[in-house]
């Protein structure tokens, strides 16, 4: 009995050693794979931060939350409000003899003119009063007004504009103001923390959190150049113009745009304009007092899988070119349509929209190098950009009224083009690409997806043809023959 009780008692002891030990290993392993202590101190093994705990570590510690980011920067965000003046749109009943009859001629008459506000934000880029916007904000405006931090109310003037980013520099007579610091908007990725500052609904200035939904955004037909950096970041009407923040407080875009419900409010799908294509836009401006950008010469469209098949090319890759503008660069170069343009100065081009990016943000005489894949054949061709015609009146923000055809965008009519619109494949013209609500040409009817054969009785071949012509007419009314759809009509864009 005493044997059976000491094997008992020495069975114990060793279960108890086994125990020990094995929990002591269970220990160390996990503070080899964990990276921290499981059974006192974890002699040298380092403890890992989570990017997250990493992020609100450097932002500021848990009682200040991100108010070390926003501080410095809110000063110099500035609220922005413009008004102008438009013509009333007449009342067609006016002019109706029954209605006339029942007023016994005397017809009540409405005010002509009427005056609309709108409502911003800017950025305050240099101490002595330089403020960048979005053209949006004060297109056409009368009167623009700019409020800041310390609720200062200064008159604001339009130094220039370019309407094919939505950008706008406005000046205001101060000194020794708050800036902002830009930052690189080429480093952001999807993922980071974004905050975005501005004055959304006249409620004030307000800052809100979110992160980089996506980059690269296009397509969207809110710009002639889009480029644009999505954001959950709330952003709000009233926040067009200012600041998209990245985690250092560093400015990376100005907001511009929104993805609007039926409720015309924020749906966490936001847009800005990246800093960067800001920065070239207001140096641009500030240098030339316009934007000049470089020029090809070229129509490009999408390299769909059934013209890389019909090209021989590779699916999905470069960009296809479906017109080539005589005497142009890349005419002079030797282009040719059919031409699959893959890179730009060693760069790939992934799609038109790219192609038009990276030359846009050129300067005019730069020597640029293409990689170019004809039937399946690599060749190198080099050319000198030209300066884009369309940059004469894409800058100043009133050079571009001088012709009643300002608010009008065209584009070179491609074969794929006149297949969507159900065109005869000998109809010669530019199609409208966009027009801007309340220009003369949307009062007279002109329509996105009309071609414009004609102005002033002479054809239109290309979009330099169109340009010279409106050009030739100055601030003179245009007749144009549009065709829409197959039939052709005249339509007369009266003069401001």
Same mark, same amino acid.
């Given at each position: 009995?005493?044997?059976?009780?000491?094997?008992?008692?020495?069975?114990?002891?060793?279960?108890?050693?086994? &125990?020990?030990?094995?929990?002591?290993?269970?220990?160390?392993?996990?503070?080899?794979?964990? *990276?921290?202590?499981?059974?006192?101190?974890?002699?040298?093994?380092?403890?890992?931060?989570?990017?997250?705990?990493?992020?609100?570590?450097?932002?500021?510690?848990?009682?200040?939350?991100?108010?070390?980011?926003?501080?410095? #920067?809110?000063?110099?965000? #500035?609220?922005?409000?413009?008004?102008? &003046?438009?013509?009333?749109?007449?009342?067609?009943?006016?002019?109706?003899?029954?209605?006339?009859?029942?007023?016994?001629? +005397?017809?009540?008459?409405?005010?002509?003119?009427?005056?609309?506000? *709108?409502?911003?934000?800017? &950025?305050?880029?240099?101490?002595?009063?330089?403020?960048?916007?979005?053209?949006?904000?004060?297109?056409?405006?009368?009167?623009?007004?700019?409020?800041?931090?310390?609720?200062? @109310?200064?008159?604001?003037?339009?130094?220039?504009?370019?309407?094919?980013?939505?950008?706008?520099?406005?000046?205001?007579?101060?000194?020794?103001?708050?800036?902002?610091?830009?930052?690189?908007?080429?480093?952001?990725?999807?993922?980071?923390?974004?905050?975005?500052?501005?004055?959304?609904?006249?409620?004030?200035?307000?800052?809100?959190?979110?992160?980089?939904?996506?980059?690269?955004?296009?397509?969207?037909?809110?710009?002639?150049?889009?480029?644009?950096? +999505?954001?959950?970041?709330?952003?709000?009407?009233?926040?067009?113009?200012?600041?998209?923040?990245?985690?250092?407080?560093?400015?990376?875009?100005?907001?511009?745009?929104?993805?609007?419900?039926?409720?015309?409010?924020?749906?966490?799908?936001?847009?800005?304009?990246? #800093?960067?294509?800001?920065?070239?836009?207001?140096?641009?401006?500030?240098?030339?007092?316009?934007?000049?950008?470089?020029?090809?010469?070229?129509?490009? +469209?999408?390299?769909?899988?059934?013209?890389?098949?019909?090209?021989?090319?590779?699916?999905?890759?470069?960009?296809?070119?479906?017109?080539?503008?005589?005497?142009?660069?890349?005419?002079?170069?030797?282009? +040719?349509?059919?031409?699959?343009?893959?890179?730009?100065?060693? @760069?790939?081009?992934?799609?038109?929209?790219?192609?038009?990016?990276?030359?846009?943000?050129?300067?005019?005489?730069?020597?640029?190098?293409?990689?170019?894949?004809?039937?399946?054949?690599?060749?190198?061709?080099?050319?000198?950009?030209?300066?884009?015609?369309?940059?004469?009146?894409?800058?100043?923000?009133?050079?571009?009224?001088?012709?009643?055809?300002?608010?009008?965008?065209?584009?070179?009519?491609?074969?794929?083009?006149?297949?969507?619109?159900?065109?005869?494949?000998?109809?010669?013209?530019?199609?409208?690409?966009? #027009?801007?609500?309340?220009?003369?040409?949307?009062?007279?009817?002109? @329509?996105?997806?009309?071609?414009?054969?004609?102005?002033?009785?002479?054809?239109?071949?290309?979009?330099?043809?169109?340009?010279?012509?409106?050009?030739?007419? *100055?601030?003179?009314?245009?007749?144009?023959?549009?065709?829409?759809?197959?039939?052709?009509?005249?339509?007369?864009?009266?003069?401001?």
């Amino acid at each position: 009995m005493q044997a059976t009780i000491r094997v008992r008692h020495w069975m114990t002891i060793v279960g108890t050693i086994c &125990v020990f030990v094995a929990g002591a290993a269970l220990g160390i392993g996990l503070t080899s794979w964990t *990276g921290f202590s499981a059974l006192g101190k974890s002699h040298g093994v380092p403890i890992y931060i989570s990017q997250t705990q990493a992020a609100e570590r450097d932002a500021g510690s848990n009682t200040s939350g991100y108010a070390p980011v926003l501080k410095p #920067v809110l000063p110099a965000v #500035v609220s922005i409000t413009s008004s102008r &003046v438009v013509k009333v749109p007449e009342q067609p009943f006016f002019n109706d003899p029954f209605f006339q009859q029942f007023f016994g001629g +005397q017809m009540p008459q409405g005010p002509e003119q009427q005056r609309e506000r *709108g409502l911003g934000s800017g &950025v305050i880029v240099s101490g002595d009063g330089y403020i960048v916007t979005n053209n949006h904000v004060i297109d056409k405006a009368t009167d623009i007004k700019v409020i800041l931090s310390d609720k200062r @109310q200064l008159p604001g003037k339009v130094v220039g504009a370019d309407p094919k980013t939505d950008i706008a520099v406005v000046k205001i007579d101060a000194k020794q103001l708050p800036t902002v610091t830009l930052g690189d908007s080429s480093k952001i990725q999807v993922g980071d923390y974004a905050f975005a500052i501005g004055n959304p609904f006249g409620v004030g200035e307000t800052a809100t959190m979110g992160i980089i939904s996506a980059t690269g955004r296009n397509g969207l037909d809110i710009e002639d150049y889009e480029d644009f950096i +999505q954001t959950d970041a709330a952003i709000n009407p009233g926040n067009s113009g200012g600041a998209l923040l990245d985690s250092r407080g560093e400015v990376i875009g100005i907001n511009t745009a929104i993805l609007a419900g039926q409720s015309g409010g924020n749906q966490g799908i936001g847009f800005a304009i990246p #800093v960067n294509m800001a920065k070239y836009v207001m140096d641009q401006i500030l240098k030339h007092g316009k934007v000049v950008r470089g020029y090809i010469g070229v129509g490009a +469209q999408e390299v769909t899988p059934d013209l890389a098949k019909a090209f021989n090319v590779p699916p999905e890759k470069g960009t296809l070119v479906g017109n080539v503008e005589p005497n142009s660069p890349g005419a002079k170069a030797g282009l +040719q349509r059919g031409d699959v343009i893959e890179e730009l100065n060693g @760069q790939p081009i992934n799609g038109p929209n790219d192609l038009r990016l990276k030359v846009g943000t050129m300067t005019p005489g730069t020597s640029v190098h293409l990689k170019v894949n004809r039937a399946g054949q690599e060749r190198d061709v080099t050319l000198t950009l030209g300066e884009s015609p369309t940059g004469k009146n894409s800058a100043n923000n009133n050079e571009g009224e001088q012709s009643p055809m300002h608010g009008v965008e065209v584009q070179d009519l491609t074969d794929e083009i006149r297949q969507q619109l159900g065109l005869k494949s000998d109809v010669k013209g530019v199609v409208v690409s966009d #027009v801007a609500e309340g220009s003369p040409a949307s009062d007279t009817g002109l @329509q996105r997806g009309d071609v414009i054969e004609q102005i002033n009785r002479h054809p239109v071949n290309s979009v330099s043809d169109y340009h010279r012509l409106v050009d030739e007419a *100055g601030k003179q009314s245009i007749v144009l023959l549009v065709n829409r759809g197959g039939n052709t009509t005249f339509l007369v864009v009266q003069a401001e």
